[in-house]
Nanobody, 120 residues
Framework: VQLQASGGGLVQAGDSLRLSCAAS????????MGWFRQAPGKEREFVAC???????RVGDSVKGRFTVSRDNAKNTIVLQMNSLKPEDTAVYYC???????????????WGQGTQVTVSS
């Protein structure tokens, strides 16, 4: 399974950004797909995850600002990030696994990451 994330960039506080993650290879439709982020010097943090049936979990730090959606036919998930803050600056990773979990070690597959930088 390969995961390819895209859509990162440099934006200003208050702006919006949309990240996409395309999965290829032998990925089960039942897999949970998720987003995590990691800022320099910090641990990897859960952002959101979504099941094949659109059931979602969203991290407390982004709740109300970020949403996640999934296109099962295209094996793609999208993270819509609104009202961005400087503290959202991080490398964002997409992931896939079998557990509907906010814990990074429960995810088996990882993309390469895409940088999001929010200036104040």
């Amino acid at each position: 399974v390969q995961l390819q994330a895209s859509g990162g960039g440099l934006v200003q506080a208050g702006d919006s950004l949309r990240l996409s993650c395309a999965a290829s290879g032998r990925i089960e439709s039942s897999y949970v797909m998720g987003w995590f982020r990691q800022a320099p010097g910090k641990e990897r943090e859960f952002v959101a995850c979504i099941l094949w049936n659109d059931m979602q979990r969203v991290g407390d730090s982004v709740k109300g600002r970020f949403t996640v959606s999934r296109d099962n036919a295209k094996n793609t998930i999208v993270l819509q990030m609104n009202s961005l803050k400087p503290e959202d600056t991080a490398v964002y990773y997409c992931s896939a696994g079998s557990d509907f979990s906010s814990i990074a070690r429960n995810y088996r597959y990882w993309g390469q990451g895409t940088q999001v930088t929010v200036s104040s």
